[in-house]
Protein backbone atom coordinates (compact mmCIF):
# COMPACT_ATOMS: atom_id res chain seq x y z
CA UNK A 1 0.00 0.00 0.00
CA UNK A 2 1.24 3.66 -0.56
CA UNK A 3 1.77 6.06 1.71
CA UNK A 4 -0.88 8.66 0.90
CA UNK A 5 -3.00 4.96 1.62
CA UNK A 6 -1.88 4.46 4.70
CA UNK A 7 -2.50 8.45 5.44
CA UNK A 8 -5.97 7.87 4.71
CA UNK A 9 -6.83 5.19 6.27
CA UNK A 10 -4.92 6.27 9.43
CA UNK A 11 -6.64 9.85 8.92
CA UNK A 12 -10.12 8.31 8.67
CA UNK A 13 -9.39 5.74 11.87
CA UNK A 14 -8.62 9.06 14.10
CA UNK A 15 -11.02 11.33 12.97
CA UNK A 16 -13.46 8.33 13.38
CA UNK A 17 -12.15 8.76 16.99
CA UNK A 18 -12.46 12.18 17.32
CA UNK A 19 -16.40 11.90 15.87
CA UNK A 20 -16.72 9.47 18.56
CA UNK A 21 -15.22 11.86 21.79
CA UNK A 22 -17.10 14.77 20.16
CA UNK A 23 -20.59 12.75 19.87
CA UNK A 24 -19.79 11.47 23.91
CA UNK A 25 -18.92 14.55 24.89
CA UNK A 26 -22.48 15.96 22.83
CA UNK A 27 -24.35 13.64 25.21
CA UNK A 28 -22.68 14.52 28.16
CA UNK A 29 -23.42 17.99 27.69
CA UNK A 30 -27.23 17.04 26.91
CA UNK A 31 -27.76 15.16 30.21
CA UNK A 32 -25.90 16.91 32.44
CA UNK A 33 -26.59 20.83 33.38
CA UNK A 34 -28.02 22.80 36.09
CA UNK A 35 -31.13 21.18 36.86
CA UNK A 36 -31.86 17.60 36.93
CA UNK A 37 -33.15 16.08 33.90
CA UNK A 38 -35.58 13.07 33.81
CA UNK A 39 -33.99 11.15 30.42
CA UNK A 40 -37.28 8.74 30.04
CA UNK A 41 -39.10 11.88 29.75
CA UNK A 42 -36.82 13.53 26.99
CA UNK A 43 -36.84 9.41 25.42
CA UNK A 44 -40.23 9.16 25.41
CA UNK A 45 -40.40 12.33 23.31
CA UNK A 46 -43.07 14.28 25.01
CA UNK A 47 -43.16 18.22 23.76
CA UNK A 48 -45.06 19.37 26.66
CA UNK A 49 -42.58 18.10 29.82
CA UNK A 50 -40.19 19.86 31.13
CA UNK A 51 -37.44 17.70 30.93
CA UNK A 52 -37.55 17.62 26.63
CA UNK A 53 -38.02 21.40 26.50
CA UNK A 54 -34.88 21.85 28.63
CA UNK A 55 -32.97 18.84 27.00
CA UNK A 56 -34.07 19.04 23.09
CA UNK A 57 -34.98 23.75 23.24
CA UNK A 58 -32.37 24.22 25.29
CA UNK A 59 -29.43 22.49 25.80
CA UNK A 60 -29.30 20.96 21.90
CA UNK A 61 -28.50 24.39 21.01
CA UNK A 62 -26.13 25.55 23.27
CA UNK A 63 -24.02 22.19 23.17
CA UNK A 64 -24.05 22.74 18.77
CA UNK A 65 -22.92 26.37 19.76
CA UNK A 66 -20.22 24.82 21.54
CA UNK A 67 -19.21 22.36 19.03
CA UNK A 68 -18.50 25.47 16.71
CA UNK A 69 -16.89 27.62 18.94
CA UNK A 70 -14.61 25.04 19.69
CA UNK A 71 -13.90 23.37 16.28
CA UNK A 72 -13.91 27.42 15.18
CA UNK A 73 -11.13 28.13 17.82
CA UNK A 74 -9.46 25.04 17.64
CA UNK A 75 -9.12 25.48 13.62
CA UNK A 76 -8.05 29.18 14.04
CA UNK A 77 -5.07 27.75 16.24
CA UNK A 78 -4.08 25.91 13.76
CA UNK A 79 -4.05 28.13 11.36
CA UNK A 80 -2.25 30.70 13.18
CA UNK A 81 0.62 28.56 14.69
CA UNK A 82 1.35 27.45 10.96
CA UNK A 83 0.98 31.30 9.80
CA UNK A 84 3.39 32.85 12.20
CA UNK A 85 5.40 29.73 12.68
CA UNK A 86 4.75 30.03 16.77
CA UNK A 87 3.83 27.22 19.09
CA UNK A 88 2.57 30.46 21.62
CA UNK A 89 -0.06 31.81 18.79
CA UNK A 90 -3.57 31.31 19.12
CA UNK A 91 -6.10 32.89 17.75
CA UNK A 92 -6.45 35.58 19.92
CA UNK A 93 -2.45 37.02 19.42
CA UNK A 94 -3.65 38.53 16.03
CA UNK A 95 -6.12 41.35 18.25
CA UNK A 96 -9.39 39.83 16.45
CA UNK A 97 -10.76 38.75 19.75
CA UNK A 98 -9.91 42.29 21.47
CA UNK A 99 -11.89 43.99 18.53
CA UNK A 100 -14.60 41.29 19.45
CA UNK A 101 -14.51 42.43 22.30
CA UNK A 102 -14.18 45.89 22.14
CA UNK A 103 -17.55 45.76 19.97
CA UNK A 104 -19.08 43.97 22.60
CA UNK A 105 -18.25 46.26 25.27
CA UNK A 106 -19.29 49.24 23.24
CA UNK A 107 -22.75 47.14 23.00
CA UNK A 108 -23.23 46.34 26.39
CA UNK A 109 -22.36 49.99 28.20
CA UNK A 110 -24.75 51.43 25.13
CA UNK A 111 -27.16 48.85 26.55
CA UNK A 112 -28.02 47.31 23.36
CA UNK A 113 -29.47 43.85 24.06
CA UNK A 114 -27.65 41.25 21.68
CA UNK A 115 -24.06 42.00 21.19
CA UNK A 116 -23.39 39.44 18.24
CA UNK A 117 -23.28 41.98 15.80
CA UNK A 118 -21.46 44.17 17.32
CA UNK A 119 -18.86 41.72 18.29
CA UNK A 120 -18.59 40.97 14.67
CA UNK A 121 -17.90 44.24 13.45
CA UNK A 122 -15.20 44.40 15.87
CA UNK A 123 -13.64 41.43 15.17
CA UNK A 124 -13.67 42.70 11.17
CA UNK A 125 -12.20 46.14 12.20
CA UNK A 126 -9.53 44.82 13.77
CA UNK A 127 -8.84 42.43 11.55
CA UNK A 128 -8.49 44.99 8.44
CA UNK A 129 -6.06 46.85 11.17
CA UNK A 130 -3.80 44.14 11.47
CA UNK A 131 -3.72 43.09 7.92
CA UNK A 132 -2.70 46.69 6.98
CA UNK A 133 -0.24 47.09 9.32
CA UNK A 134 0.95 43.64 8.66
CA UNK A 135 1.72 44.40 4.79
CA UNK A 136 5.46 45.32 3.65
CA UNK A 137 5.48 46.17 0.24
CA UNK A 138 2.33 44.56 -0.75
CA UNK A 139 3.79 41.06 1.39
CA UNK A 140 2.67 39.78 4.33
CA UNK A 141 5.12 39.37 7.08
CA UNK A 142 4.71 36.83 9.82
CA UNK A 143 7.09 38.94 12.44
CA UNK A 144 4.85 42.03 11.23
CA UNK A 145 1.79 40.15 11.44
CA UNK A 146 2.34 39.30 15.06
CA UNK A 147 3.49 42.37 15.79
CA UNK A 148 1.04 44.59 13.99
CA UNK A 149 -1.38 41.95 16.29
CA UNK A 150 -0.06 42.12 19.80
CA UNK A 151 -0.01 46.13 19.16
CA UNK A 152 -3.61 45.84 18.26
CA UNK A 153 -4.28 43.94 21.23
CA UNK A 154 -2.82 46.00 23.47
CA UNK A 155 -4.44 49.33 22.24
CA UNK A 156 -8.02 47.09 22.15
CA UNK A 157 -7.52 46.27 25.59
CA UNK A 158 -6.70 49.67 27.03
CA UNK A 159 -10.14 50.82 24.98
CA UNK A 160 -12.17 47.83 26.57
CA UNK A 161 -10.60 49.07 30.28
CA UNK A 162 -11.79 52.50 29.67
CA UNK A 163 -15.08 51.48 28.45
CA UNK A 164 -15.17 49.10 31.53
CA UNK A 165 -14.64 52.16 33.79
CA UNK A 166 -16.98 54.40 32.15
CA UNK A 167 -19.49 51.99 31.82
CA UNK A 168 -22.62 51.63 34.86
CA UNK A 169 -21.91 49.37 37.39
CA UNK A 170 -24.85 47.64 36.26
CA UNK A 171 -23.12 47.30 32.67
CA UNK A 172 -20.08 46.29 34.17
CA UNK A 173 -21.23 42.63 35.00
CA UNK A 174 -22.62 42.31 32.05
CA UNK A 175 -19.02 43.15 30.28
CA UNK A 176 -16.96 40.96 32.39
CA UNK A 177 -19.48 37.80 31.93
CA UNK A 178 -19.20 38.64 28.26
CA UNK A 179 -15.01 39.22 28.54
CA UNK A 180 -14.41 35.89 30.32
CA UNK A 181 -16.40 34.32 27.48
CA UNK A 182 -19.24 31.62 27.30
CA UNK A 183 -21.80 30.71 25.75
CA UNK A 184 -25.14 33.00 25.62
CA UNK A 185 -28.55 31.33 27.21
CA UNK A 186 -30.35 31.56 23.99
CA UNK A 187 -29.28 31.30 19.99
CA UNK A 188 -31.33 32.61 16.87
CA UNK A 189 -31.12 29.25 14.84
CA UNK A 190 -29.73 31.82 11.83
CA UNK A 191 -26.71 32.76 13.50
CA UNK A 192 -26.12 29.31 14.33
CA UNK A 193 -26.43 28.01 10.96
CA UNK A 194 -24.44 30.46 9.90
CA UNK A 195 -21.52 30.37 11.86
CA UNK A 196 -21.94 26.09 11.52
CA UNK A 197 -21.71 26.60 7.58
CA UNK A 198 -18.48 29.16 8.40
CA UNK A 199 -16.94 26.65 10.43
CA UNK A 200 -17.95 24.06 7.43
CA UNK A 201 -16.35 25.75 4.69
CA UNK A 202 -13.10 26.93 6.60
CA UNK A 203 -12.61 23.04 7.93
CA UNK A 204 -12.85 21.85 4.21
CA UNK A 205 -10.52 25.00 2.38
CA UNK A 206 -8.25 23.73 5.92
CA UNK A 207 -8.04 20.18 4.82
CA UNK A 208 -7.85 20.95 0.94
CA UNK A 209 -4.39 22.57 2.26
CA UNK A 210 -3.54 20.56 4.44
CA UNK A 211 -0.65 19.73 2.28
CA UNK A 212 0.21 23.93 1.74
CA UNK A 213 0.31 23.63 5.60
CA UNK A 214 2.72 21.22 6.33
CA UNK A 215 5.14 23.09 3.97
CA UNK A 216 4.35 26.34 5.65
CA UNK A 217 4.86 24.74 8.94
CA UNK A 218 8.62 23.58 7.80
CA UNK A 219 9.66 27.12 6.56
CA UNK A 220 8.74 29.57 3.63
CA UNK A 221 11.81 28.56 1.50
CA UNK A 222 9.70 24.65 1.50
CA UNK A 223 6.87 26.50 0.65
CA UNK A 224 8.10 28.29 -2.14
CA UNK A 225 9.87 25.14 -3.23
CA UNK A 226 6.62 23.24 -3.55
CA UNK A 227 5.67 26.10 -6.32
CA UNK A 228 3.48 27.82 -4.04
CA UNK A 229 3.05 31.69 -3.91
CA UNK A 230 3.79 32.09 -0.47
CA UNK A 231 2.39 35.45 0.28
CA UNK A 232 -1.01 34.39 -1.24
CA UNK A 233 -0.80 31.40 1.47
CA UNK A 234 -0.33 33.82 3.91
CA UNK A 235 -3.07 36.13 3.36
CA UNK A 236 -5.58 32.58 2.17
CA UNK A 237 -4.82 31.72 5.96
CA UNK A 238 -4.99 35.01 7.39
CA UNK A 239 -8.45 35.46 6.28
CA UNK A 240 -8.78 31.74 7.06
CA UNK A 241 -8.15 32.00 10.38
CA UNK A 242 -9.36 35.73 11.24
CA UNK A 243 -13.20 34.18 9.96
CA UNK A 244 -12.94 31.30 11.98
CA UNK A 245 -11.91 33.31 14.94
CA UNK A 246 -14.59 36.07 14.27
CA UNK A 247 -17.58 33.11 14.03
CA UNK A 248 -16.45 31.66 17.52
CA UNK A 249 -16.12 35.15 19.36
CA UNK A 250 -19.26 36.26 17.74
CA UNK A 251 -21.16 33.50 18.94
CA UNK A 252 -19.48 32.96 22.56
CA UNK A 253 -16.98 35.71 23.50
CA UNK A 254 -13.58 35.47 23.25
CA UNK A 255 -13.24 31.69 25.34
CA UNK A 256 -9.51 31.33 25.98
CA UNK A 257 -6.92 28.62 25.79
CA UNK A 258 -8.94 26.42 23.38
CA UNK A 259 -6.77 27.98 20.26
CA UNK A 260 -3.82 27.43 22.21
CA UNK A 261 -4.08 23.82 23.96
CA UNK A 262 -6.30 21.94 21.52
CA UNK A 263 -3.45 21.99 18.45
CA UNK A 264 -0.71 21.56 20.86
CA UNK A 265 -2.68 18.40 22.21
CA UNK A 266 -3.44 16.91 18.96
CA UNK A 267 -0.09 17.53 17.55
CA UNK A 268 1.09 15.61 20.66
CA UNK A 269 -1.27 12.63 19.96
CA UNK A 270 -0.99 12.50 16.15
CA UNK A 271 2.08 14.32 14.95
CA UNK A 272 1.84 17.44 12.80
CA UNK A 273 1.15 15.99 9.55
CA UNK A 274 -1.82 18.34 9.02
CA UNK A 275 -4.06 16.29 7.04
CA UNK A 276 -5.01 14.66 10.46
CA UNK A 277 -4.18 17.69 12.78
CA UNK A 278 -7.16 19.63 11.17
CA UNK A 279 -9.93 17.19 11.35
CA UNK A 280 -9.19 15.90 14.49
CA UNK A 281 -8.13 19.04 15.80
CA UNK A 282 -11.81 20.35 14.76
CA UNK A 283 -13.53 17.54 16.67
CA UNK A 284 -11.08 17.97 19.51
CA UNK A 285 -12.16 21.35 20.18
CA UNK A 286 -16.07 20.72 20.07
CA UNK A 287 -15.63 18.55 22.43
CA UNK A 288 -13.44 20.54 24.86
CA UNK A 289 -15.53 23.54 24.84
CA UNK A 290 -18.98 21.56 25.16
CA UNK A 291 -17.49 19.29 28.21
CA UNK A 292 -16.21 22.89 29.85
CA UNK A 293 -19.36 24.15 29.11
CA UNK A 294 -20.96 21.47 30.84
CA UNK A 295 -18.81 21.38 33.52
CA UNK A 296 -19.06 25.48 34.45
CA UNK A 297 -22.98 25.42 34.14
CA UNK A 298 -23.33 22.37 37.06
CA UNK A 299 -19.88 22.26 39.00
CA UNK A 300 -21.24 25.74 40.81
CA UNK A 301 -24.34 26.34 42.65
CA UNK A 302 -24.43 29.42 40.11
CA UNK A 303 -23.87 28.77 36.12
CA UNK A 304 -20.37 30.14 35.28
CA UNK A 305 -18.92 31.41 31.94
CA UNK A 306 -17.62 28.31 29.67
CA UNK A 307 -14.12 30.41 29.42
CA UNK A 308 -13.35 29.74 33.50
CA UNK A 309 -13.05 26.81 32.82
CA UNK A 310 -11.09 26.19 29.62
CA UNK A 311 -8.88 28.77 31.50
CA UNK A 312 -8.44 26.87 34.50
CA UNK A 313 -8.22 23.39 32.68
CA UNK A 314 -6.27 25.10 29.54
CA UNK A 315 -3.47 27.09 31.70
CA UNK A 316 -2.27 23.85 33.43
CA UNK A 317 -2.69 21.58 31.03
CA UNK A 318 -0.64 23.86 28.63
CA UNK A 319 2.44 23.95 31.53
CA UNK A 320 2.48 20.32 31.68
CA UNK A 321 2.59 19.87 28.05
CA UNK A 322 5.08 22.33 27.88
CA UNK A 323 7.49 20.51 30.71
CA UNK A 324 6.81 17.14 28.75
CA UNK A 325 8.30 18.85 25.38
CA UNK A 326 11.27 20.17 27.83
CA UNK A 327 12.03 16.81 28.96
CA UNK A 328 11.31 15.48 25.24
CA UNK A 329 14.07 17.82 23.82
CA UNK A 330 16.23 16.95 26.75
CA UNK A 331 15.92 13.30 26.35
CA UNK A 332 17.04 13.99 22.02
CA UNK A 333 19.75 15.99 23.27
CA UNK A 334 20.92 13.85 25.44
CA UNK B 1 29.09 57.35 72.10
CA UNK B 2 27.90 60.88 72.40
CA UNK B 3 28.42 61.28 69.17
CA UNK B 4 25.65 62.62 66.86
CA UNK B 5 24.64 59.85 64.89
CA UNK B 6 24.38 57.47 67.57
CA UNK B 7 21.79 60.23 69.49
CA UNK B 8 19.85 60.43 66.03
CA UNK B 9 19.79 56.72 65.63
CA UNK B 10 18.63 56.62 69.63
CA UNK B 11 15.55 58.94 68.56
CA UNK B 12 15.11 57.44 65.33
CA UNK B 13 14.50 53.77 67.35
CA UNK B 14 12.68 55.71 70.22
CA UNK B 15 10.29 57.14 67.91
CA UNK B 16 9.70 54.10 66.39
CA UNK B 17 8.78 52.51 69.85
CA UNK B 18 6.07 54.99 70.77
CA UNK B 19 2.39 54.33 69.96
CA UNK B 20 0.75 56.39 67.00
CA UNK B 21 -2.33 57.87 68.16
CA UNK B 22 -5.25 56.49 66.89
CA UNK B 23 -6.58 58.61 64.55
CA UNK B 24 -10.66 59.79 64.92
CA UNK B 25 -12.83 58.26 62.35
CA UNK B 26 -13.21 60.43 59.57
CA UNK B 27 -17.06 58.39 58.60
CA UNK B 28 -19.91 57.67 61.09
CA UNK B 29 -21.85 54.11 60.74
CA UNK B 30 -25.76 54.58 60.41
CA UNK B 31 -26.62 51.46 61.50
CA UNK B 32 -28.53 48.46 59.15
CA UNK B 33 -31.39 48.62 61.11
CA UNK B 34 -31.97 52.16 60.11
CA UNK B 35 -33.34 50.94 56.89
CA UNK B 36 -35.08 47.73 57.74
CA UNK B 37 -38.84 49.93 56.84
CA UNK B 38 -41.58 48.16 56.05
CA UNK B 39 -43.61 48.64 52.76
CA UNK B 40 -46.77 50.69 52.67
CA UNK B 41 -50.03 48.64 53.20
CA UNK B 42 -52.50 48.49 50.73
CA UNK B 43 -55.94 48.71 52.44
CA UNK B 44 -59.06 47.83 51.20
CA UNK B 45 -57.87 46.23 47.61
CA UNK B 46 -59.51 44.38 44.97
CA UNK B 47 -58.93 40.94 45.42
CA UNK B 48 -56.51 38.56 43.53
CA UNK B 49 -58.38 37.29 40.57
CA UNK B 50 -58.42 33.36 39.44
CA UNK B 51 -55.98 34.45 36.32
CA UNK B 52 -53.39 36.23 38.30
CA UNK B 53 -50.34 33.97 38.16
CA UNK B 54 -49.40 31.53 40.62
CA UNK B 55 -46.01 30.82 40.29
CA UNK B 56 -43.55 33.54 39.96
CA UNK B 57 -40.10 34.00 39.80
CA UNK B 58 -38.55 37.51 40.14
CA UNK B 59 -34.72 38.75 39.91
CA UNK B 60 -34.98 42.11 40.15
CA UNK B 61 -34.60 43.22 43.77
CA UNK B 62 -37.16 46.27 44.02
CA UNK B 63 -39.84 44.40 42.02
CA UNK B 64 -39.44 41.43 44.33
CA UNK B 65 -40.53 43.96 47.12
CA UNK B 66 -43.23 44.88 44.49
CA UNK B 67 -44.61 41.70 44.29
CA UNK B 68 -44.99 41.47 47.49
CA UNK B 69 -46.52 44.90 48.41
CA UNK B 70 -49.10 43.63 45.96
CA UNK B 71 -49.73 40.55 47.76
CA UNK B 72 -47.84 38.16 45.98
CA UNK B 73 -45.62 37.35 48.59
CA UNK B 74 -46.71 33.53 49.23
CA UNK B 75 -46.97 33.30 45.35
CA UNK B 76 -43.02 33.95 45.00
CA UNK B 77 -41.28 30.23 44.00
CA UNK B 78 -37.51 32.25 42.87
CA UNK B 79 -35.64 34.86 43.71
CA UNK B 80 -32.34 36.71 42.80
CA UNK B 81 -29.16 36.77 44.51
CA UNK B 82 -29.47 39.74 45.95
CA UNK B 83 -33.68 39.85 46.75
CA UNK B 84 -33.49 39.76 50.34
CA UNK B 85 -36.52 41.75 51.79
CA UNK B 86 -38.84 40.67 52.87
CA UNK B 87 -37.22 37.83 55.58
CA UNK B 88 -39.62 35.31 54.32
CA UNK B 89 -38.39 35.31 50.82
CA UNK B 90 -34.80 33.97 51.95
CA UNK B 91 -35.77 30.43 51.90
CA UNK B 92 -36.40 30.69 48.58
CA UNK B 93 -33.78 29.04 45.67
CA UNK B 94 -31.95 31.97 44.59
CA UNK B 95 -31.32 31.68 40.34
CA UNK B 96 -28.39 33.71 40.01
CA UNK B 97 -28.16 37.53 40.16
CA UNK B 98 -27.27 39.65 35.98
CA UNK B 99 -23.98 38.24 35.68
CA UNK B 100 -25.03 34.30 36.24
CA UNK B 101 -28.64 34.33 35.67
CA UNK B 102 -29.44 30.78 34.23
CA UNK B 103 -33.11 30.05 32.29
CA UNK B 104 -32.61 26.16 32.80
CA UNK B 105 -32.46 27.34 36.69
CA UNK B 106 -35.31 29.81 36.35
CA UNK B 107 -37.87 27.48 34.60
CA UNK B 108 -36.68 24.44 36.35
CA UNK B 109 -39.52 26.34 39.33
CA UNK B 110 -41.68 26.25 36.58
CA UNK B 111 -42.93 29.52 36.80
CA UNK B 112 -46.15 30.93 35.27
CA UNK B 113 -44.55 34.32 35.18
CA UNK B 114 -41.03 35.78 35.18
CA UNK B 115 -40.30 39.40 36.50
CA UNK B 116 -36.71 40.22 35.15
CA UNK B 117 -34.23 42.88 33.61
CA UNK B 118 -35.14 44.21 30.53
CA UNK B 119 -31.22 44.04 29.27
CA UNK B 120 -30.92 40.47 29.35
CA UNK B 121 -32.43 39.61 26.19
CA UNK B 122 -30.50 36.40 25.71
CA UNK B 123 -32.26 34.58 28.58
CA UNK B 124 -35.34 36.46 28.21
CA UNK B 125 -35.55 35.12 24.47
CA UNK B 126 -34.38 31.22 25.94
CA UNK B 127 -37.69 31.71 28.23
CA UNK B 128 -39.75 32.58 26.06
CA UNK B 129 -38.62 30.34 22.99
CA UNK B 130 -37.22 26.86 24.74
CA UNK B 131 -39.43 27.38 27.55
CA UNK B 132 -42.38 29.29 26.06
CA UNK B 133 -42.66 31.15 29.51
CA UNK B 134 -43.99 34.50 29.93
CA UNK B 135 -41.87 37.53 30.80
CA UNK B 136 -42.50 41.00 32.00
CA UNK B 137 -39.28 42.96 31.83
CA UNK B 138 -40.42 46.63 32.74
CA UNK B 139 -38.03 49.30 32.71
CA UNK B 140 -36.44 50.15 36.74
CA UNK B 141 -32.99 52.32 36.41
CA UNK B 142 -34.37 55.52 35.08
CA UNK B 143 -37.66 57.83 36.32
CA UNK B 144 -39.96 54.96 35.04
CA UNK B 145 -39.61 53.21 38.28
CA UNK B 146 -43.18 54.17 38.93
CA UNK B 147 -44.73 53.06 35.56
CA UNK B 148 -42.51 49.25 36.25
CA UNK B 149 -44.83 49.01 39.31
CA UNK B 150 -47.24 49.29 37.14
CA UNK B 151 -46.51 47.30 34.35
CA UNK B 152 -45.92 44.58 36.79
CA UNK B 153 -49.42 44.90 38.51
CA UNK B 154 -50.61 44.86 34.95
CA UNK B 155 -49.27 41.46 33.87
CA UNK B 156 -50.62 40.27 37.34
CA UNK B 157 -54.01 40.96 36.38
CA UNK B 158 -54.06 43.86 39.46
CA UNK B 159 -53.73 46.71 38.09
CA UNK B 160 -55.68 49.17 40.43
CA UNK B 161 -53.73 47.70 43.24
CA UNK B 162 -50.80 48.90 41.38
CA UNK B 163 -52.38 52.05 40.92
CA UNK B 164 -53.02 52.07 44.91
CA UNK B 165 -49.66 51.61 45.36
CA UNK B 166 -48.09 54.29 43.24
CA UNK B 167 -50.35 56.60 44.50
CA UNK B 168 -49.29 55.79 48.49
CA UNK B 169 -45.98 56.40 47.47
CA UNK B 170 -46.51 58.99 45.93
CA UNK B 171 -48.20 60.67 48.70
CA UNK B 172 -45.43 59.33 50.95
CA UNK B 173 -42.98 61.66 48.97
CA UNK B 174 -44.84 64.49 49.39
CA UNK B 175 -45.36 63.60 53.04
CA UNK B 176 -41.85 63.71 53.86
CA UNK B 177 -41.12 66.89 51.74
CA UNK B 178 -43.43 68.87 54.13
CA UNK B 179 -42.07 67.67 57.66
CA UNK B 180 -38.03 68.29 56.18
CA UNK B 181 -39.06 71.76 54.18
CA UNK B 182 -38.34 74.11 57.12
CA UNK B 183 -34.69 72.05 58.14
CA UNK B 184 -31.90 74.11 56.09
CA UNK B 185 -31.33 72.52 52.94
CA UNK B 186 -27.95 70.45 52.60
CA UNK B 187 -25.70 69.81 49.68
CA UNK B 188 -25.33 65.74 49.22
CA UNK B 189 -23.10 63.41 47.18
CA UNK B 190 -24.46 59.78 47.43
CA UNK B 191 -21.69 57.46 46.75
CA UNK B 192 -23.02 54.40 45.02
CA UNK B 193 -20.12 52.42 44.51
CA UNK B 194 -16.07 53.07 44.83
CA UNK B 195 -14.33 51.75 41.76
CA UNK B 196 -10.56 52.15 41.26
CA UNK B 197 -10.16 55.62 40.48
CA UNK B 198 -13.49 56.55 40.06
CA UNK B 199 -16.58 56.99 42.26
CA UNK B 200 -20.28 55.95 41.06
CA UNK B 201 -22.38 58.66 42.22
CA UNK B 202 -26.62 59.49 41.94
CA UNK B 203 -26.92 60.89 38.80
CA UNK B 204 -29.35 63.27 37.93
CA UNK B 205 -32.79 62.38 35.81
CA UNK B 206 -33.77 58.97 37.34
CA UNK B 207 -35.68 57.10 40.31
CA UNK B 208 -33.00 57.48 42.74
CA UNK B 209 -32.54 61.27 42.28
CA UNK B 210 -35.63 61.97 43.97
CA UNK B 211 -34.15 61.11 47.21
CA UNK B 212 -32.55 64.91 47.36
CA UNK B 213 -36.06 66.75 46.82
CA UNK B 214 -37.45 64.37 49.34
CA UNK B 215 -35.22 64.94 51.98
CA UNK B 216 -34.66 68.50 51.40
CA UNK B 217 -30.98 68.10 50.01
CA UNK B 218 -29.41 68.91 46.65
CA UNK B 219 -27.68 66.72 44.81
CA UNK B 220 -23.95 68.18 43.72
CA UNK B 221 -23.19 65.59 41.21
CA UNK B 222 -22.62 67.46 37.47
CA UNK B 223 -25.62 67.14 35.50
CA UNK B 224 -25.95 64.43 33.08
CA UNK B 225 -24.54 60.99 33.46
CA UNK B 226 -27.33 59.44 34.37
CA UNK B 227 -28.61 57.27 37.85
CA UNK B 228 -25.06 55.70 38.29
CA UNK B 229 -22.33 58.71 37.39
CA UNK B 230 -18.86 58.13 37.52
CA UNK B 231 -16.82 60.86 39.14
CA UNK B 232 -12.98 61.21 39.37
CA UNK B 233 -12.01 62.23 42.98
CA UNK B 234 -10.77 65.58 41.48
CA UNK B 235 -14.44 66.15 40.57
CA UNK B 236 -15.29 65.35 43.52
CA UNK B 237 -13.64 68.01 45.66
CA UNK B 238 -15.08 71.19 43.75
CA UNK B 239 -18.47 69.64 44.43
CA UNK B 240 -17.69 70.74 48.15
CA UNK B 241 -20.89 68.50 49.52
CA UNK B 242 -21.60 69.67 53.25
CA UNK B 243 -22.91 65.28 53.27
CA UNK B 244 -21.34 62.20 51.76
CA UNK B 245 -23.35 59.20 51.68
CA UNK B 246 -21.07 56.38 50.75
CA UNK B 247 -23.32 53.44 50.10
CA UNK B 248 -20.84 51.31 48.80
CA UNK B 249 -20.53 49.54 52.10
CA UNK B 250 -20.85 45.00 51.41
CA UNK B 251 -22.53 45.32 55.68
CA UNK B 252 -18.82 43.50 56.99
CA UNK B 253 -16.78 45.61 59.34
CA UNK B 254 -13.55 45.57 57.29
CA UNK B 255 -15.40 47.82 54.92
CA UNK B 256 -16.14 50.61 57.25
CA UNK B 257 -12.44 50.63 57.84
CA UNK B 258 -12.04 51.00 54.14
CA UNK B 259 -14.16 53.73 53.96
CA UNK B 260 -12.29 55.52 56.68
CA UNK B 261 -9.47 54.91 54.84
CA UNK B 262 -10.19 56.15 51.35
CA UNK B 263 -12.50 58.97 52.85
CA UNK B 264 -9.24 59.87 55.20
CA UNK B 265 -7.40 60.69 51.55
CA UNK B 266 -9.61 63.64 50.75
CA UNK B 267 -9.18 65.96 54.18
CA UNK B 268 -9.86 69.16 52.84
CA UNK B 269 -13.55 68.21 51.75
CA UNK B 270 -16.02 69.95 53.94
CA UNK B 271 -17.76 66.73 54.75
CA UNK B 272 -14.77 65.14 56.43
CA UNK B 273 -13.34 68.06 58.00
CA UNK B 274 -16.99 68.43 59.96
CA UNK B 275 -17.30 64.72 60.24
CA UNK B 276 -20.68 64.25 58.11
CA UNK B 277 -19.28 61.55 56.28
CA UNK B 278 -21.84 58.41 57.00
CA UNK B 279 -21.27 55.02 55.38
CA UNK B 280 -24.50 52.61 55.46
CA UNK B 281 -24.85 49.15 53.88
CA UNK B 282 -28.66 50.21 52.41
CA UNK B 283 -29.65 48.37 49.35
CA UNK B 284 -33.14 49.92 49.97
CA UNK B 285 -31.90 53.40 49.15
CA UNK B 286 -30.33 52.51 45.54
CA UNK B 287 -33.82 49.98 44.95
CA UNK B 288 -36.95 51.59 43.02
CA UNK B 289 -39.10 49.79 45.18
CA UNK B 290 -42.13 50.13 47.41
CA UNK B 291 -39.62 50.85 50.49
CA UNK B 292 -37.56 53.51 48.85
CA UNK B 293 -39.34 56.23 50.55
CA UNK B 294 -39.86 55.37 53.97
CA UNK B 295 -35.90 54.78 53.92
CA UNK B 296 -35.28 57.94 52.57
CA UNK B 297 -37.29 59.15 55.38
CA UNK B 298 -35.25 57.34 58.08
CA UNK B 299 -32.09 58.78 56.16
CA UNK B 300 -33.38 62.45 56.31
CA UNK B 301 -34.13 61.98 60.19
CA UNK B 302 -30.29 60.87 60.58
CA UNK B 303 -28.67 64.02 58.39
CA UNK B 304 -31.14 66.40 59.54
CA UNK B 305 -32.18 65.10 63.49
CA UNK B 306 -35.30 63.92 64.33
Not at chain 1, 36 to 56: P, T, W
Not at chain 1, 122 to 144: D, E, N, P, Q, Y
Not at chain 1, 186 to 209: E, N, P, W, Y
Not at chain 2, 197 to 225: K, Q, R, W
Request: net charge neutral; hydrophobic share 50%; glycine share 8%.
Amino acid sequence: MDHDGVTLRRAVRLTGIAVLIAVSALVCALAVGPTHVNLSEVLALNHQSLDYQKVVDYRLPRALAAAITGAALALGGVTFQVLVRNPLASPFVLGVSSGGSLGAALALSLGATFVGPWAFLGCLGAVVIVFLAGRRHGKLSSTSLLLAGVITNATLSAVITFINLVAAPSDRDRILRWLVGGLPESLDSSSLLLSAASVLVFLTHLLLRSRELNLMAVSDEMAARGCISVNRLRIEFFVTGSALTAAAVTLAGPIPFVGLVVPHLTRLAIGPDHRLTVPVAAFGGAAFVMLADMAAQSLWREPLPAGVLTAAIGGPLFLIMLRNLDRERAGLDG
Amino acid sequence: MRHPAFILLAVILASTCAKPPVPRSTVRVIAAATFDVPFPTLEACDPIPENAPKRLVCVIPSLTETLCALGFEDRLVGRDRWSDWPESIRRLPSVGDQRTLSAEKIADLRPDLVVMWPKLGDVRQALTQSFKLNVVAPETEADSAFAGIIQVADSLAVRSRGEKLVEKLQKEQVRIQKRFRERPSISMLVVLDRGQGSLYVIGDGSFLDSLFETIHATNVAPAGGGPWKAMSAEALAETKPDVILDLSLGGGAADVTEADVFWRRFPHFPAVKQGRVFVAHAPVLVRPGPRFYAAAEALAETIHGP
